[in-house]
């Protein structure tokens, strides 16, 4: 049974930081290209960042505030959020793709909140 669990969601003020966490399991967790999405009220569900190997992408929009990192020895995915927005308020979710084929999973979601 694969599981995505994410944790480290919260509220926080404008400029601050939170790391989120992403342990999975249930996978061969080094095949798998990890991502974070963030879906707000009304918007679609948009990729943050995502990791594949020693490869990262981000959004252009957290790009220099947002970190990804992976531990594949813990099977987990971070994400180092830094110079919040409320912009960035959304539930963010992680993903996993295994590449070149169409397999993939979801975590449930955390809530990030920023707001004064």
């Known amino acids: 049974q694969v599981q995505l669990v994410e944790s480290g969601g919260g509220l926080v003020q404008p400029g601050g930081s939170l790391r989120l966490s992403c342990a999975a399991s249930?996978?061969?967790?080094?095949?798998?290209?990890m991502g974070w999405y963030r879906q707000a009220p009304g918007t679609q569900r948009e990729l943050v960042a995502a990791?594949?190997?020693?490869?990262?992408n981000y959004a252009d929009s957290v790009k220099g505030r947002f970190t990804v990192s992976r531990d594949n020895a813990k099977s987990t995915v971070y994400l180092q959020m830094n110079s919040l927005k409320p912009e960035d308020t959304a539930v963010y979710y992680c993903n996993a793709d295994l590449k070149g084929t169409k397999v993939g999973y979801w975590g449930q979601g955390t809530q990030v909140t920023v707001s004064s």
């Open positions: 249930g996978i061969r967790f080094s095949l798998y290209v």
């Open positions: 990791i594949s190997g020693g490869s990262t």
